[in-house]
């Protein structure tokens, strides 16, 4: 017995040292686009997927119609909005002829919402290159300048900006700690830059910027076309085609919303999470567990010592250092991604709200109970088999549906 809990605190180690190795290497290769202007002046398709973003797809516009770079065309694609968004659009468009405003048609069965939207607007697109960003998304006036700049430069076929977040409640911070974590702590992105693994590949939806050549070559959204997770898919599909592709500091040059609510985050959250696995349920369930393990035995071992339990100095060893590796490798994530370095101190309360939110997402996956803007998750359909093994996990889903 003692041999097995050697193992896994030994392996708790060594997990929780390459988050913090990769961070410290990341440090030093996550850079911002350089501000300056590309030599060429390619036509631009700028493409907005817009489904009930009356609140938020005025400053987008105005955000992109800043830019210091001219050359470009704005399509605004509503995608069957409920609320007064096509109105607004139509109204920008009437106001300035870069803009194109469409209605997008009905969504198809097979299809995800955005990834139709997506599909649309990009053959109606007549630009070089194709630059995809959320509607609750706004730009600094360098942003586009600096990303065809950069693409330029190094001669690459895809590029995406890590955004800055905006915070409206503390779910949705505690939510994006571990986010940036997972993103700046697992992924080495010089080595990701060099290699054609799609494993390493990641993309942020506020900013996904592609030749179009290169774009229509992996499929565009007709490739991902049922899969939520639209940017970190489409990060895969360019490394699996060949391409090659950057993801860069973006927090100076790009801004987006989180959820309003706290509710909404964890909702929100949850349509992608177990989407990252592809639907796999062992592999969700390894992660999951997984990380119960990795954050929370170390703290079991030093609690223990304290209230006076014996324990062996080498097992508290091993725990405080895999603490200590956590803890940085937290704080490097979240200065990355400009956030409160005071999101260290709290990461194991985090990262129990980031359990909670795919455990959410594992389990609508299966009965499609969570809708997003009207539209409700892909849903997997769920067999007796599952309602057995994760009746615990069920009881509190509809514990959590009451309340909410």
């Known amino acids: 017995m003692n041999e097995i809990f050697n193992n896994l605190l030994l392996t708790i180690v060594i997990l ?19 501000p300056l202007f590309p030599k060429k002046q390619n036509l631009l398709s700028i493409i907005v997927p817009c489904r009930n973003e ?30 007064n ?50 509607a609750d998304t706004t730009l600094s006036k ?21 955004p800055k977040r905006k915070f409206f409640n503390f779910t949705d911070y505690l939510i994006w700690i571990m986010v940036s974590w997972f993103i700046f702590s697992w992924i080495p992105f010089y080595i990701a830059r060099k290699t054609p693994y799609s494993l390493l590949a990641a993309g942020f939806g506020q900013f996904l910027l592609f030749n179009k050549e290169a774009y229509n070559k992996i499929g565009g959204h007709d490739h ?28 100076s040059l790009v801004e987006t919303n989180g959820y309003k609510t706290s509710l909404e985050s964890v909702d929100g ?16 369930l390894l992660a999951f567990f997984g990380l119960l393990i990795l954050f929370y035995v170390p703290f079991l071992n030093v609690f223990s010592f304290l209230f006076g339990l014996e324990i062996q100095s080498f097992y508290l060893v091993l725990s405080l250092s895999s603490i200590g590796f956590i803890f940085m490798s937290i704080l490097l994530s979240s200065k990355a991604f400009s956030i409160s370095i005071f999101s260290s101190f709290i990461y194991p309360i985090a990262m129990i709200v980031l ?7 594992f389990l609508s996956s299966f009965d499609g109970e969570i809708k997003w803007k009207g539209r409700s998750t892909p849903s997997v359909g769920i067999k007796k088999m599952y309602t057995i093994i994760f009746f615990p996990f069920i009881f509190l889903n509809l514990v959590y549906k009451k309340i909410k």
């Open 16 to 34: 929780s040292g390459y988050t913090f190795l990769v961070s410290v290497l990341n440090v030093f290769s996550f850079s911002k686009p350089k």
């Open 269 to 284: 959250h949850a349509k992608s999470i177990f989407a990252t696995f592809r639907y796999n349920i062992l592999l969700f």
């Open 224 to 251: 991902i076309k049922g899969l939520v997770l639209d940017d970190f898919e489409l990060a895969r599909s360019i490394k699996n085609f060949g391409f090659s592709s950057s993801l860069m500091d973006g927090t």
């Open 85 to 134: 968004t096509w109105n607004i659009i139509q109204n920008l468009a009437k106001n300035n002829d870069k803009i194109l405003p469409l209605k997008g048609e009905s969504l198809p069965k097979d299809w995800a919402g955005k990834n139709w939207a997506c599909d649309q607007a990009s053959r109606k697109s007549s630009g070089d290159f194709l630059l995809f960003i959320d």
């Open 54 to 83: 009356e609140e938020n797809i005025n400053n987008c516009v105005q955000s992109i119609l800043i830019q210091d770079y001219e050359n470009f065309e704005l399509l605004l694609i509503d995608d069957n909005s409920t609320d």
């Open 142 to 162: 360098y942003a586009v300048s600096s990303g065809l700049k950069q693409i330029e430069d190094n001669k690459i076929e895809f590029l995406t900006l890590v």
């Open 355 to 361: 359990l909670f939110s795919g455990y959410r997402s």
